[in-house]
């Protein structure tokens, strides 16, 4: 058995050694901050943001994740496609997924393969969207023998439960339209996004807001405790960002 050694880091770290791996993998700005929240998230409530970081930034193709999605749009439906030259990465997209579903006045998005909705670097992007639009969003995607329901609400909380049937679950919940209800149907293999105006989750089911923003209060104030030989590799990577001053 390997023992793991440990070493405490701020936030601030985090996200400084994050931010120049991001754009060392030739990320914009913008984008970088975006994403180095979701991977503090990640961090806080999964203990896995500093491994996805890795994963990320020490492969060897620098573009890997810079895919763009190609989107269609069909009646009540809106057809997210990953672009067929490159994988689809979460931890780029999940934020434009959320974005593009909440966006669409009919209420409903597809996926065309499952999109990991209740993955730690996807929580903040689909809670971030819920706030921007004031209703909940759900997620609903097949898993082997039954369904997976994500929800984040207007106000910030956040859980994920498995259903039997997540067409029959939400229709008994939460107001939800005809069309919702045959998306979900038709497109079982896939992931279905709704917005709806009521939450479908029991209390005990979700991570409040207020339980969200204490783990982040606690870290910022005690650190957090991250993989040792994981991080120094990142941020030995980190390094090769660097700044030329004029002389």
């Given at each position: 058995m390997?023992?793991?050694?440990?070493?405490?880091?701020?936030?601030?770290?985090?996200?400084?050694?994050?931010?120049?791996?991001?754009?060392?993998?030739?990320?914009?700005?913008?984008?970088?901050?975006?994403?180095?929240?979701?991977i503090v998230f990640a961090m806080l409530h999964y203990n896995t943001g500093v491994q996805a970081l890795a994963k990320l930034a020490l492969l060897d193709d620098p573009e890997h994740g810079a895919g763009q999605l190609s989107v269609d749009t069909d009646d009540c439906v809106a057809v997210v496609r990953r672009s067929e030259?490159?994988?689809?990465?979460?931890?780029?997209?999940?934020h434009r997924v959320f974005d593009f579903a909440s966006a669409e006045r009919c209420g409903?998005?597809?996926?065309?393969?499952?999109?990991?909705?209740?993955?730690?670097?996807?929580?903040?992007?689909?809670?971030?969207?819920a706030g921007n639009i004031g209703k909940s969003i759900v997620a609903v995607s097949a898993a082997d023998d039954n369904w997976i329901v994500t929800v984040a609400t207007d106000d910030g909380d956040y859980g994920s439960v498995h259903v039997d049937?997540?067409?029959?679950?939400?229709?008994?919940?939460?107001?939800?339209s005809a069309d919702q209800i045959d998306a979900i149907e038709k497109y079982r293999a896939h992931t279905v996004i709704v917005t709806v105006n009521e939450n479908p989750l029991r209390k005990g089911e979700l991570k409040s807001a207020a339980d969200i923003n204490a783990r982040r209060d606690e870290a910022l104030r005690d650190?957090?405790?991250?993989?040792?030989?994981?991080?120094?590799?990142?941020?030995?990577?980190?390094?090769?960002?660097?700044?030329?001053?004029?002389?």
């Open positions: 390997t023992n793991t050694t440990q070493t405490r880091i701020s936030v601030r770290d985090l996200r400084d050694t994050s931010l120049r791996c991001l754009r060392l993998s030739s990320i914009s700005d913008g984008l970088s901050k975006y994403l180095i929240d979701q030259d490159r994988q689809f990465c979460p931890l780029y997209d999940s409903v998005t597809v996926l065309p393969q499952r999109y990991p909705s209740d993955s730690p670097l996807a929580a903040l992007a689909i809670i971030k969207a049937d997540a067409a029959t679950f939400l229709s008994q919940r939460c107001h939800i650190g957090l405790l991250v993989d040792s030989d994981v991080w120094e590799k990142v941020r030995a990577h980190s390094r090769d960002f660097l700044v030329d001053l004029p002389a």
